[in-house]
Antibody, heavy 119, light 107 residues
Framework: QLQLQESGPGLVKPSETLSLTCTVSGGSMISTSYYWGWIRQTPGRGLEWIGSIDYAGNTFYNPSYRRQVTISIDTSKNEFSLRLTSMTATDTGIYYC???????????WGQGTLVTVSS | DIQMTQSPSTLSASVGDRVTITCRASRSMNNWLAWYQQKPGKAPKLLIYKASSLASGVPSRFSGSASGTEFTLTISSLQPDDFATYYCQQYDRYSWTFGQGTKVEIK
C-alpha cells in the first residue's frame, strides 16, 4: 500500500531554513485525484496545514506561511519537498507529509519527523 | 478563513459508552469535513471524510453527521482501542483548518 516517509534535519538554527523531503512508495504520485501536503503539529498551535501541491506543481499555501514556505515536487523521484525560511523556536514541532484526496481528508500520513529550532 | 471550534477539549468515558464530539464552523460551509484519531507518538488517522463517509478499514462504531455549521463524531460503543485524541478538519476550497482536539480518557 502507499507509504510516505519524511526525511531531513532534526535540528535547525534560528533564522535558518528548514528543508524536508517526503518520499512516496507503493504507488505513483501522478494523479489528478490527489494532492500532496505538509502538516505540522506544535505545542503552541496544534495541528496546522502548511501547504499542498498537485502532481503538476500547482501549489496551495496556508496564508499564515505564504511568505516562508515553498513546496516542490519531483514525480520522477516520487518525492515532494518543503522549504520553510526564517525558522524560530515556535516552529519546533513534528512535521508530517500526507496525501489528500480531492474529495476526502489526508490519508495516508508519514510517521512524522521532529524538528527542533535551537542554537 | 473558516475557524473550527471543537468541544469538549477532554472527555472521560468508560468502555461501552456512547461518545459524541462536536465541531462548530465559524460560518456556513459545505460538508467538506474530516475527523481524525491520533494516538501518542503516532500520526493522525483518517476516520471520516465529507462529514459522514467512513474511511476504508474504519470500524462501523464510528459515524459522522452534519447539521448546519455543527458537525458531530459519534462512537457508538467505546472500545479500549478508542482512547485517543480526535480532531476535526475542514477543507474549504484550497484551505484546510484543524480543530483544537478532544482527548478521550478512561473514566
Amino acid at each position: 500500500q502507499l507509504q510516505l516517509q519524511e526525511s531531513g534535519p532534526g535540528l535547525v538554527k534560528p533564522s535558518e531554513t528548514l528543508s524536508l523531503t517526503c518520499t512516496v512508495s507503493g504507488g505513483s504520485m501522478i494523479s489528478t485525484s490527489y494532492y500532496w501536503g505538509w502538516i505540522r503539529q506544535t505545542p503552541g498551535r496544534g495541528l496546522e496545514w502548511i501547504g499542498s501541491i498537485d502532481y503538476a506543481g500547482n501549489t496551495f499555501y496556508n496564508p499564515s506561511y505564504r511568505r516562508q514556505v515553498t513546496i516542490s515536487i519531483d514525480t520522477s523521484k516520487n518525492e515532494f519537498s518543503l522549504r520553510l525560511t526564517s525558522m524560530t523556536a515556535t516552529d519546533t514541532g513534528i512535521y508530517y507529509c500526507a496525501r489528500r484526496g480531492i474529495l476526502s481528508g489526508f490519508d495516508p500520513w508519514g510517521q512524522g519527523t521532529l524538528v527542533t529550532v535551537s542554537s | 478563513d473558516i475557524q473550527m471550534t471543537q468541544s469538549p477539549s477532554t472527555l472521560s468515558a468508560s468502555v461501552g459508552d456512547r461518545v459524541t464530539i462536536t465541531c462548530r464552523a465559524s460560518r456556513s460551509m459545505n460538508n467538506w469535513l474530516a475527523w481524525y484519531q491520533q494516538k501518542p507518538g503516532k500520526a493522525p488517522k483518517l476516520l471520516i471524510y465529507k462529514a459522514s463517509s467512513l474511511a476504508s478499514g474504519v470500524p462501523s462504531r464510528f459515524s459522522g453527521s452534519a447539521s448546519g455549521t455543527e458537525f458531530t463524531l459519534t462512537i457508538s460503543s467505546l472500545q479500549p482501542d478508542d482512547f485517543a485524541t480526535y480532531y476535526c478538519q475542514q477543507y474549504d476550497r484550497y484551505s484546510w483548518t484543524f480543530g483544537q482536539g478532544t482527548k478521550v480518557e478512561i473514566k
